[in-house]
């Protein structure tokens, strides 16, 4: 049994209801959204980290600053990306699975960091993180079959936008002289900036992984919707 009824029939079930048919995007759009969402809230969740990263540490420590982030990460989340699910009633339906699937991450991305630091620490936390995760949607999308592509492609994509923005994000903070439209830039505007380009990358990365998991759990759901004839006309250029 699905979790939030994301699965085939009620998805169906929910187009049926409203009296129209429903968007099937493709495969580039999925990827598309979850890059574009994505990547802007990755930006926001780095913030916290980027622009008062010291004060956070100081007075909720290093665990409490990646809970803000997660916070900020579960929070906008919905906005940007519900349209990776399809049929009516998406924003609510997201922000349900995506809240339990990030926290899942979260939870055990910070248990691998903190245990065991640096690159096999991040490893580690990214694979426990997008397996629960990858589990978790293909729960909520009765889309078991999927679950290893799912958290390959989660993993992976995760994983080449995390470690390359960390390697970005060292090359930016070390640069001696930095120039943004021929003015220097201070050393903290610096690091901060540095920050953001990690989280960029990440959200790259972590939204290509995210745009094929949703669509690689909705396959059935695509074939029901066709099926049924369920599927808005597509407009000729």
Not at 15 to 31: D, F, M, N, Y
Not at 163 to 189: M, Q, R
Not at 194 to 213: E, R, T
Request: one cysteine or more; proline letters at 4%.
């Amino acid at each position: 049994m699905s979790w939030f009824q994301l699965d085939p029939n009620s998805v169906a079930d929910r187009v049926k209801a409203s009296g129209r048919p429903a968007e099937i995007p493709g495969l580039g759009t999925s990827l598309r959204r979850g890059v574009a969402g994505f990547t802007l809230l990755s930006v926001a969740g780095f913030a916290p980290w980027a622009v008062m990263g010291r004060w956070f540490y100081r007075n909720v420590g290093e665990g409490g600053l990646y809970a803000v982030c997660a916070l900020v990460f579960i929070g906008l989340s919905g906005p940007l990306l519900h349209r990776l699910i399809l049929g009516p009633g998406s924003l609510g339906r997201f922000y349900k699975i995506f809240g339990v699937a990030f926290a899942a991450y979260s939870v055990l991305w910070i248990a691998g960091w903190m245990t065991l630091r640096g690159h096999p620490g991040s490893l580690a936390g990214l694979l426990a993180g997008t397996a629960a995760m990858g589990w978790m949607l293909a729960c909520a999308f009765d889309a078991k079959g999927a679950v290893l592509k799912v958290i390959a492609a989660l993993f992976v994509l995760n994983s080449i936008g995390y470690f390359a923005g960390g390697w970005i994000e060292g090359a930016v903070a070390g640069t001696k002289h930095l120039s943004l439209f021929g003015f220097t830039v201070t050393k903290p505007t610096q690091v901060m900036l540095a920050k953001l380009c990690w989280g960029v990358c990440y959200g790259l990365g972590f939204g290509a992984g995210l745009g094929l998991a949703f669509h690689f759990c909705q396959e059935r759901t695509r074939a029901a919707l066709r099926n049924l004839g369920l599927e808005q006309p597509r407009q000729v250029p």
